[in-house]
């Protein structure tokens, strides 16, 4: 009769269902994944736009010039720089 008891005991507590604690207000949140996946896609972004930008300005700041010489050939054939120079495009491949 004392098992009966001990029985029943343990299957209403079985059917017992624990209230979830919710998060009282958005200060007081639980600490989950979704801030460090946030932390690691904020990160990312930060790298990608870094590494965008350090072409951009290496491309900005290059000496596109082929030779040393180039301005002194432009100078030559057009001392004041109103004339509009032509190029063969055979020359570059195409």
């Known amino acids: 009769m004392a098992m009966r008891g001990a029985l029943q005991f343990s299957r209403l507590r079985m059917m017992k269902i624990e209230v ?6 958005r200060f007081a949140r639980r600490s989950n994944l979704m801030d460090e996946d946030r932390v690691k896609w904020y990160n990312w972004n930060l790298a990608c736009i870094a590494l965008t930008t350090i072409p951009l300005t290496w491309m900005y700041t290059v000496n596109y010039r ?7 050939i432009y100078r030559t054939l057009d001392p004041m720089g109103a004339l509009n120079i032509k190029y063969d495009l055979k020359l570059y491949g195409s």
Do not use: A, C, L, R
């Open 20 to 25: 979830p604690e919710f998060s009282k207000s």
């Open 66 to 72: 082929t030779s040393e010489e180039v301005e002194m």
